[in-house]
Structure formats: structure tokens, C-alpha cells
């Protein structure tokens, strides 16, 4: 009887332990994710949380497995990159998590687990929808006779590349924009050829928007001078200033203060060809710390909205 209760014993222990031992997709997700699928797991101090950053840990796959030369290739000078893109491709992809699935989980020793998992085609037909949006305002955009269409031009191209990328990492078909990115940089330099702006912006030294703005332009193609008085070889003026003003704030040991940035463009009969306005509060330590991270925020504006300005050489 002792021998049998042994026996019964050693089987529950057993038994308790295949119950419990840790799952193998914990480690490779592969063993109960369909190649359809695109699976990925996370942990947490709770079942919710560990659910949680498994679906984050999903998007983030588009972080580390999408290798875009076109991101890398064309970047702003400076280091400037397309923030406003992966802000869309955040919400896009947001939009397709809203049903993942959690079908397993594990309460480790110290961790819970989750897999969550989605269906590639789910995704895809997102990215396509966003594709095609886009592409439709290429098409319209590449029809506009005006200098600063072509910066938008550009920036719809660049977004659009960001999904094509995903949708090719998810379906593995790959699709071509109505306009190659080639032809949109040609009809750049053709739009560049003898213009001559000069630039002068009032900003707090050591100045960081003019070597910004100026490699932009730069790169495009125009011929660019500076210094407070206009040269006489330049067909278009674009100034700009950035001003700040303090804020109240109640936090100890921190500053806050709005800063306003403004550029306005002219031809050389000072016909206005162009305006842009961006203000941002921010706060830090210090106003220097408050300056710095403002500036970020303004470069980004620069790259975002360049395409309200235009350099039109008819208007000369």
C-alpha cells in the first residue's frame, strides 16, 4: 500500500510539474505561431501588463526586422528624418492591434507572460489603405505648378515608402509609387537651377535653424548667401526670427517658456511667396534646456511644412 501511495505520489509530482514548467513559445514563438501570423511576447509584474507589452513588442518588430535603405539614403542633412512618417505608421499600426489576441499566457516565478498574436493580412490591408491614400496625393500634388508642392511631394513619398516597406516585410509583394523618388529630386534641381535666397534668421547664438534650413536648401539645389543686407545676385529673400517669452509655472526647480518661430519668404520685387508660424511651450531646468528641446520640435515643423514656401522663378 505505502508502495502504491509512492507511486501516486511521484505521478502527481510529475503531473505538477509538465502543468508549470515553462512554455516553449515563451522562447520561440514559433511553436504555435502560424507563418501567416505575426507573433511576439511579453512579460510583466501582471497578467495585463505582460498583455500589454506583448502587443507593443509586436510593433516594435517593424523597429528591427524592416531594414529601409530609403531611410537611410534620404535623410535630411543633419540627421533630420521624417518624424511626422513614423508618426503615421505608429497610428496605422495602433489601428491594426486594436484586435490582437492573446491566446496564451504563464505565471512564471517572478514574471507573467503573454503571446499576442495578429494576422499579417490584417495589417497589410492597412498599410494598403494608407498606400493608396497617398499615392493618390502624389498624383494630384505632382500636377501643382508651384516650387514648395515639390517638398510636399517629397514628404508624401517618404511616407509612403515607410509603409510599402511594411507591407513588402508583411506580404512580401513589393509595390512601386506613381512617381519614382529620382524623378521627384530631378524636377527639384530643375525648380532649383538659378535661384539665389538669401537667408538671414534673428535667433540666439550660436545659431542652429540657419545651418539647418540652409542644409535643406542646400541640398535641394539653391544657391544660398547670408548676412543682414540682401546681395544683389539673389532672387528671393527668407527671413526669419525665433522669439520667447516666460510662463508661469508652479513646479520648483523647473522653467517653462513658449517659443515662436517665424519665416516669410519674398521675390526680389518683395511679392511675398510664402509664410510659416510654429509656437511650442517647453520646460526644463533652465531656459537653455527649454531652448534645446524646442528646437527639435521646430526643426521637424521646418522639414514638415518647408512646402508652404515657394521660390517661383517666373516671379521674379
Known amino acids: 500500500m505505502t508502495k502504491f501511495k509512492n507511486t501516486v505520489i511521484g505521478v502527481m509530482c510529475l503531473t505538477s510539474i509538465s502543468l508549470f ?25 501582471s497578467l495585463s501588463m505582460a498583455k500589454v507589452n506583448a502587443t507593443s513588442s509586436i510593433a516594435k518588430i517593424f523597429e528591427t526586422k524592416v531594414k529601409s535603405t530609403f531611410t537611410t539614403e534620404v535623410t535630411f542633412e543633419g540627421g533630420s528624418e521624417t518624424s511626422w512618417g513614423n508618426e503615421r505608421i505608429e497610428e496605422a499600426t495602433e489601428m491594426a492591434l486594436n484586435g490582437v489576441m492573446h491566446p496564451h499566457s504563464y505565471n512564471g516565478k517572478d514574471y507573467y507572460y503573454a503571446l499576442a498574436k495578429v494576422k499579417k493580412s490584417k495589417l497589410a490591408r492597412i498599410f494598403q489603405k494608407e498606400m493608396d491614400l497617398l499615392a493618390e496625393k502624389m498624383v494630384a500634388t505632382s500636377k501643382v505648378k508651384r516650387t514648395g508642392a515639390l517638398f510636399e511631394l517629397e514628404n508624401l513619398y517618404k511616407s509612403w515608402e515607410l509603409f510599402s516597406k511594411r507591407y513588402t516585410f508583411l506580404t512580401g509583394i513589393d509595390k512601386s509609387a506613381p512617381l519614382s523618388y529620382k524623378e521627384i529630386l530631378e524636377r527639384k534641381r530643375n525648380a532649383a537651377s538659378d535661384v539665389v535666397i538669401h537667408l538671414y534668421l534673428d535667433e540666439k547664438k550660436p545659431r542652429q535653424l540657419t ?53 516669410d519668404a519674398k521675390n526680389r520685387r518683395h511679392r511675398q511667396s510664402g509664410k510659416m508660424s510654429y509656437s511650442i511651450s517647453e520646460t526644463g531646468r533652465n531656459f537653455e534646456q527649454a531652448y534645446q528641446k524646442a528646437l527639435g520640435h521646430i526643426k521637424n515643423y521646418i522639414v514638415k511644412d518647408l512646402h508652404k514656401i515657394s521660390f517661383e522663378k517666373q516671379t521674379i
Do not use: N
Open 21 to 45: 514548467a515553462r512554455p516553449e513559445w515563451i522562447d520561440d514563438t514559433s511553436k504555435v505561431c502560424k507563418k501567416s501570423e505575426l507573433c511576439a511576447v511579453g512579460s510583466g509584474i
Open 211 to 263: 545651418p539647418h534650413l540652409e542644409s535643406i536648401l542646400t541640398q535641394i539645389g539653391y544657391t544660398i548667401s547670408k548676412g543682414e543686407v540682401m546681395g544683389s545676385d539673389a532672387t528671393h529673400l527668407l527671413i526669419g526670427k525665433l522669439k520667447w517669452q516666460k510662463e508661469f509655472l508652479k513646479v520648483k526647480g523647473f522653467e517653462k517658456y513658449k517659443f515662436i518661430f517665424s519665416l
